[in-house]
């Protein structure tokens, strides 16, 4: 078993009757999306990705990682959205938030730029940067975001005045658009070595192309074992649209019935710090892709048992519109026993000896029964454990669930009309040039 959805804690929120009458809806959608009949149909390339994806480009992804590898001391890699939460989360979730800071022979230290528009994030990693030997990677599908194209700007200079023209060439990867787009035109002009972001694969389902690999790979990650993982839960997710034998229709189901009960918001729990930037992925994956037309379960995410002090006072005992989603890893590497201390001060000599990872287990077993108790419906997914196999069955899991997901709701789960609207009054209230009669407009709203 690799994953397993555990419905007890979610049972008692469920009407009789309510589990076979979504039923219908949960294969219907599982039909609409593996047909291609649905909206947005012309985004479902990430469906059998981890199958059919491009070979040679595989190759040419480890080879350059491998030359990343050898040539610097910081990779940056620089992209907004899906053009890089799932790179960083993979690669926080299986080496360490703190992998910059930890020992990693062969590896260079990763940063992220071009995810804000922050002037101090940037000076600061420029400083962390100086008498670094730098490679980066800019991740743009459309190559002209804002944020992104700045860090790029930024970067390419600093390389450029550091290297020279002919070496900077050497050290900058360009993953984007296959034909389309400024980015690609500029690059092949250039001649830096560019990867592709397919036409039918959105940022947020694009982890496993070359968006999230290539950055992964750097890192040391087993790309081949992450890929594995995904291909045998597409096999499994693929082949069954029943909420009985399949985790993920289940999975679908039930947050549609908690929605339905009035449960607008699904919070992801996680019991480990490595998981952070996991529980950011997953909240783009599900915010970008239900949150439209009125419609949506709102994505939250908490880290236990840190955040047991600070929200666990609200999703006990505030209002009860929330639902949580618990991912539990069942095997994990590391261990940690208490120490035994003669004064016993704090008084937790009963736990002298007990690993840590068996402390957290219980926090979580009996942070469930009490949520429960208050209120919060909890599903359950356990997984075998926190290898590369399983992180990308559970990827895979998660992307799947959503588009199903996304056509149970009666939305196009595939498209992110709303992510314009900032953008227009951001250029606006710049001067972008053709945007002069709404910069006046948004002038006498701000006055
Ligand atoms: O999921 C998405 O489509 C978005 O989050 C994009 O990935 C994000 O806006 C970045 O876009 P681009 O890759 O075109 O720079």
Redesign the pocket.
């Known amino acids: 078993m690799t994953l397993k959805l555990n419905d007890t804690y979610v049972k008692s929120f469920i009407k009789d009757g309510e589990l076979e009458a979504i039923s219908a809806e949960v294969k219907a959608a599982h039909k609409c999306l593996l047909s291609g009949n649905g909206e947005g149909n012309d985004f479902l390339g990430w469906v059998d990705l981890p199958f059919n994806y491009d070979k040679e480009e595989y190759a040419r992804i480890k080879a350059a990682a491998a030359k990343i590898q050898k040539k610097c001391d910081v990779f940056v890699v620089i992209?907004?959205?899906?053009?890089y939460l799932g790179a960083r989360a993979v690669i926080e979730y299986v080496k360490s938030p703190l992998y910059n800071n930890l020992k990693h022979e062969g590896t260079p230290d990763i940063y992220f730029s071009g995810c804000n528009i922050s002037a101090q994030s940037l000076n600061e990693l420029l400083a962390i940067c100086e008498g670094k030997d730098i490679c980066i990677n800019v991740?743009?599908?459309?190559?002209t975001?804002t944020e992104?194209a700045v860090a790029f700007r930024v970067f390419r200079e600093l390389l450029e005045k550091k290297y020279g023209k002919a070496e900077a060439k050497e050290r900058i990867f360009v993953t984007t658009d296959k034909a389309r787009g400024t980015l690609k035109k500029f690059s092949d002009e250039a001649g830096y070595e560019t990867f592709v972001?397919p036409d039918n694969v959105?940022?947020?389902f694009s982890v496993l192309t070359a968006v999230g690999l290539l950055p992964i790979a750097v890192s040391g990650t087993d790309i081949d074992a992450l890929m594995k993982g995904a291909a045998d839960a597409a096999t499994e997710f693929k082949a069954s649209d029943d909420i009985n034998t399949n985790p993920c229709m289940k999975y679908v189901a039930i947050r549609n019935i908690m929605y339905r009960n009035g449960k607008g918001t699904e919070i992801l729990v996680n019991y480990e710090p490595y998981a952070a930037m996991l529980n950011e992925w997953w909240k783009?994956l599900y915010g970008?892709s239900e949150g439209k037309d009125k419609k949506g379960i709102f994505p939250a995410s908490v880290i236990f048992s840190t955040d047991l002090h600070s929200l666990g006072q609200f999703i006990q005992d505030g209002s009860r519109n929330i639902f949580e989603t618990v991912v539990s890893v069942n095997e994990t590497n590391e261990k940690k026993p208490v120490p035994f201390d003669e004064a016993n001060v704090d008084g937790l000599n009963f736990l002298a000896g007990v690993d840590l990872n068996e402390v957290n287990k219980m926090a979580m077993k009996g942070t469930i029964l009490a949520h429960v108790d208050g209120g919060t419906p909890n599903i359950l997914i356990e997984i075998a454990d926190k290898s590369e196999y399983s992180l990308g069955y559970l990827l895979y899991f998660f992307e799947f669930a959503c588009g199903v997901s996304g056509y149970v709701l009666g939305v196009n789960p595939f498209n992110?009309p709303g992510?314009e609207a900032y953008k227009k009054n951001m250029f606006a209230l710049l001067g972008k040039p053709g945007y002069e009669s709404e910069k006046a407009a948004l002038e006498a709203r701000l006055k």
């Open positions: 992209g907004i959205g899906g053009s991740i743009s599908k459309s190559g975001t992104p972001v959105g940022g947020r783009q970008e992110q992510v």
